[in-house]
């Protein structure tokens, strides 16, 4: 039985929940997953990014209770070092850290324009300026490690806290069909093929919850 429990909220449109839960794969802890339902305010609010809410991700093993998705990554490094969440060379980690910092705080024009929706798909959707922008940045640094570190993911051979910050926003580019450059795309194509991606996005699938206010514009 799983001596860990991972509070998520919905797998369709939990972007957190879901990089805490690629954090958990990521480092082998076997985590009891407990979905909140959409129906709760307060998760409701954190989807539709009007509350920071400390609801979830949520991750308890045993007396230690942790929430926000760095300090659940940096509890798990110091927990399971072995699993390489950040890298161990001393310069690679501070530009890990630095790039999932970016994503943990920054993009909010992308985030409300194209917000998390795993069952759904907008071919040709039109983005504006402002989110085109952060689109350009991510690329930036997708296509500045890929070519640094030489490896299939951000940071090497093997997934790091980075890739854990940026599949959601894979499932997004997926979704609202961003066309991406040619290192960027098979980038992403290898995040969304990953197992642990594929059972997350299968399960999302058979969600039944939906939240209205997140698919009324498209």
Known sequence: MPDATLTIVSRNYGAWSLRGWL??????????VEELSVDDVSARADLLLLSPSV??????????????????AEYLHELRPEAGLLP????ARAHCRSVSGEMHSGFANMRAALPMDIRAHHPG??????????????????AECLDTYGGAFLFGATPTVADAMYAPVCTRFATYDIALEA???DYCDRVLALPDMVAW??????????????????
């Open 23 to 32: 954090l958990c794969r990521f480092a082998g802890l076997d985590v009891e």
């Open 125 to 142: 959707f039109r983005v504006y300026a402002g989110a085109l922008v952060d689109i350009e940045r991510i690329q930036s640094i997708w």
């Open 201 to 218: 996005m299968e399960a999302a699938s058979r969600e039944a919850e939906d939240v209205s206010e997140l698919e009324v514009e498209f």
């Open 88 to 91: 161990a060379d001393q310069a």
């Open 183 to 185: 290192p960027c795309a």
């Open 55 to 72: 609801l979830a991700p949520r991750l308890e093993h045993g007396d230690v209770a942790v929430w926000d998705t760095l300090a659940i």
